[in-house]
């Protein structure tokens, strides 16, 4: 399979602070997608971005394909913010087979 | 809205018995999938199904097995429970893929399954 991985495994933040995500990932993809786990288990999918820059809000990510590594970057951060992060690969030519990292678990403090 | 629903937030089995995960999606998307979802291990994929009795295994398919005789409706089944296989587990579906931002995957609420 894939390997990805992603750091820091854990951090906690004062509210306000800004904060960035990583994922590098061991081969070429069709797909990369960032998802936000609440405390409740629920997954939403965050971006969906192979290559480039997105921004949705306070939320933005960066995936540089060629070095194959993506960026999450959380500015302003809130108590909702709080979860699990988690970056998912789509390995190239093996549609529909996606590969999780194991996360990363954000706390924001009041 | 997009959902997928699962049929039990929380379940508890005894070892032995088999155990039936009920996953629907009302997005009329041909993809779904099952994970299960174990501290520090992220999600590992299970089966996953590209048709209606189409399936193919993921990464970690020993002790489990699936059904798919509707588009909306993606089962998962554990054949005889054991205490490994204690977990959250979570369905989701995904349109074909056509290289879009709408082939984004779609997660259930999740399982959380007890074996004891």
């Known amino acids: 399979g894939i390997q990805v991985e992603q750091s820091p495994p854990d951090l906690i933040l004062q509210e306000g602070a800004n904060s960035t995500l990583r994922c590098n990932f061991s081969?070429?993809?069709?797909?990369l997608q960032w998802f936000h786990q609440n405390p409740w288990g629920q997954l939403i999918n965050l971006f969906y971005i192979p290559s480039g820059t997105k921004q949705n809000g306070r939320l933005s990510a960066t995936t540089v394909a060629t070095e194959r590594y993506s960026l999450l970057y959380i500015s302003s951060s809130q108590t909702t913010d709080s979860g699990v992060y988690f970056c998912?690969?789509?390995?190239?030519?093996?549609?529909?087979?996606?590969?999780f990292g194991s996360g990363t678990k954000l706390n924001v403090k009041p | 809205d997009v959902k997928v629903t699962q049929s039990s937030r929380y379940l508890v089995k005894r070892t032995g018995e088999k155990v039936f995960l009920e996953c629907v999606q009302d997005m009329d998307h041909e993809n779904m999938f099952w994970y299960r979802q174990d501290p520090g291990l992220g999600l590992r994929l299970i089966y996953f199904?590209?048709?209606?009795?189409?399936?193919e295994k993921g990464d970690i398919p020993e002790g489990y097995s699936v059904s798919r005789e509707k588009k909306e409706r993606f089962s998962l089944i554990l054949e005889s429970a054991s205490t490994n296989q204690t977990s959250m587990y979570l369905c989701a579906s995904s349109p074909y893929p056509s290289g879009s931002t709408a082939d984004t995957q779609y997660f259930g609420p999740g399982t959380r399954l007890t074996v004891l």
């Open positions: 081969d070429s993809v069709n797909n």
């Open positions: 199904s590209y048709d209606v009795k189409m399936k």
């Open positions: 998912a690969v789509e390995r190239r030519y093996n549609f529909n087979k996606f590969y």
